[in-house]
């Protein structure tokens, strides 16, 4: 003969496991964390076992577990050591980390979609749960993938204030230990779709060749499947992605810049199994385009700022300066100074020199789409005094 229940705990918390179904001649209970005909006692009221000072015996009977941990969740059994009994009680500890525990409550008849999601700190036994037969069903998670069902009967007014901000006076359900857990059809409405808005991005790869593209939409159970097109066409089935990277809600495609133009437009599509809806976002990229202040001058020994500032460009793209179009890239250091702001680089030049500074600088912007420069004309003039 056995019995069973479920029961919830948080990280760092405690929790009391009772020993339900035990005869009154019985003299020892066992406690076990798993089958007990496959694991060795976990604790015991009358033999001594390696102490953890986290576990301990209420009533010679109950379980207490304090400071309790992720790996403390799963089956615990209490069976009575009696030769003409074999009475067991099999509780399921789930342990909650930061959330806790959430229960979704549907009618037990046509069960289709929950009536509301409803989460406070407290026990089960007195979560508010949209109750409108005698008999309902509530599926208690701790988080999204570990649910277990719990059979709710006897409706009673709840004192407390549901957390959705609705008026006391909601029916709450007080969970009955020996209803028939079983009886409670598994609903298909486990899942929940999205809540947040399905968006998408273009960046630059890190070796600034590559065009990223970012689909994200977060905040569902299972995970939203996510798909890139161009021109109707899935990018999965393009011989010029390079790689494609699924995280979670978060779907990334590189593609070779070799086949890409501008004002390309790439289309994310989602879908999720709970949403008939199928939202989509598109990304257009773009040609950097530039423009700078007019030509500079500078006198001898002064320092001058030529200004370049990015109008356009989709992923954004990298500002550089050079000396000439067949020069490298300046690099900051000594006289020459850049700093970036947003869209727009700004190279100083600090004490200018007639005979090395003087000409036209070439800004160049480049995105894996393509590469814009423009030139930045600046004049040293020497500064000549008044003859008397």
Same mark, same amino acid.
């Given at each position: 003969?056995?019995?069973? !229940?479920?029961?919830?705990?948080?990280?760092?918390? /405690?929790?009391?496991?009772?020993?339900?179904?035990?005869?009154?001649?019985?003299?020892?209970? $066992?406690?076990?964390?798993?089958?007990?005909?496959?694991?060795?006692? %976990?604790?015991?009221?009358?033999?001594?076992?390696?102490?953890?000072?986290?576990?301990?015996?209420?009533?010679?009977?109950?379980?207490?577990?304090?400071?309790?941990?992720?790996?403390?969740?799963?089956?615990?059994?209490?069976?009575?050591?009696?030769?003409?009994?074999?009475?067991?009680?099999?509780?399921?500890?789930?342990?909650?980390?930061?959330?806790?525990?959430?229960?979704?409550?549907?009618?037990?008849?046509?069960?289709?979609?929950? +009536?509301?999601?409803?989460?406070?700190?407290?026990?089960?036994?007195?979560?508010?749960?949209?109750?409108?037969?005698?008999?309902?069903?509530?599926?208690?998670?701790?988080?999204?993938?570990?649910?277990?069902?719990?059979?709710?009967?006897?409706?009673?007014?709840?004192?407390? +204030?549901?957390?959705?901000?609705?008026?006391?006076?909601?029916?709450?359900?007080?969970?009955?230990?020996?209803?028939?857990?079983?009886?409670?059809?598994?609903?298909?409405?486990?899942?929940?779709?999205?809540?947040?808005?399905?968006?998408?991005?273009?960046?630059?790869?890190?070796?600034?060749?590559?065009?990223?593209?970012?689909? /994200?939409?977060?905040?569902?159970?299972?995970?939203?499947? %996510?798909?890139?097109?161009?021109?109707?066409?899935?990018?999965?089935?393009?011989?010029?992605?390079?790689?494609?990277?699924?995280?979670?809600?978060?779907?990334?495609?590189?593609?070779?810049?070799? *086949?890409?133009?501008?004002?390309?437009?790439?289309?994310?599509?989602?879908? *999720?199994?709970?949403?008939?809806? !199928?939202?989509?976002? /598109?990304?257009?990229?773009?040609?950097? @385009?530039?423009?700078?202040?007019?030509?500079?001058?500078?006198?001898?020994?002064?320092?001058?700022?030529?200004?370049?500032?990015?109008?356009?460009? $989709?992923?954004?793209?990298?500002? @550089?300066? %050079?000396?000439?179009?067949?020069?490298?890239?300046?690099?900051?250091?000594?006289?020459?100074?850049?700093?970036?702001?947003?869209?727009?680089?700004?190279?100083?030049? +600090?004490?200018?020199? +007639?005979?090395?500074?003087?000409?036209?600088? $070439?800004?160049?912007?480049?995105?894996?789409?393509?590469?814009?420069?423009?030139?930045?004309?600046?004049?040293?003039?020497?500064?000549?005094?008044? %003859?008397?």
């Amino acid at each position: 003969a056995g019995t069973e !229940e479920v029961v919830f705990g948080k990280v760092g918390g /405690s929790i009391l496991l009772l020993c339900r179904n035990v005869s009154k001649e019985a003299t020892e209970v $066992v406690w076990f964390q798993g089958d007990p005909h496959s694991f060795p006692p %976990l604790f015991s009221s009358r033999v001594a076992f390696p102490p953890d000072v986290r576990f301990s015996l209420v009533d010679n009977s109950s379980l207490r577990i304090t400071e309790l941990r992720l790996q403390d969740e799963g089956n615990y059994t209490c069976k009575e050591v009696l030769n003409k009994t074999d009475h067991e009680h099999r509780v399921q500890l789930l342990v909650a980390s930061k959330s806790v525990p959430c229960l979704w409550a549907s009618p037990s008849m046509g069960l289709s979609q929950p +009536q509301g999601q409803f989460c406070q700190d407290q026990s089960p036994e007195s979560l508010p749960v949209a109750v409108t037969q005698a008999r309902a069903c509530v599926w208690a998670c701790v988080r999204p993938s570990f649910c277990t069902k719990i059979l709710l009967l006897a409706s009673v007014r709840s004192e407390k +204030q549901p957390p959705d901000g609705r008026e006391a006076g909601t029916r709450a359900a007080r969970r009955d230990p020996w209803g028939s857990v079983g009886s409670c059809p598994i609903p298909p409405a486990l899942s929940y779709p999205p809540q947040s808005t399905l968006k998408c991005w273009a960046e630059t790869s890190s070796s600034g060749l590559t065009l990223q593209l970012f689909c /994200s939409w977060p905040g569902g159970y299972p995970h939203p499947t %996510l798909h890139w097109r161009e021109e109707g066409h899935d990018l999965e089935n393009s011989s010029w992605v390079i790689s494609s990277t699924r995280s979670s809600d978060t779907h990334v495609e590189t593609l070779n810049s070799s *086949h890409l133009a501008h004002r390309k437009v790439f289309k994310c599509v989602g879908s *999720h199994v709970v949403e008939q809806e !199928e939202p989509a976002c /598109s990304v257009e990229i773009k040609l950097p @385009s530039l423009e700078s202040d007019p030509p500079q001058t500078c006198l001898v020994g002064d320092n001058v700022t030529l200004t370049c500032r990015l109008t356009e460009g $989709v992923p954004a793209a990298r500002l @550089s300066w %050079l000396r000439g179009i067949t020069q490298p890239e300046i690099q900051p250091g000594g006289r020459f100074l850049i700093a970036q702001e947003g869209n727009v680089s700004r190279l100083t030049i +600090q004490n200018c020199s +007639q005979g090395t500074d003087g000409g036209c600088y $070439v800004c160049k912007a480049q995105n894996p789409v393509g590469l814009r420069e423009m030139f930045v004309c600046l004049t040293v003039k020497r500064e000549w005094g008044c %003859l008397g």
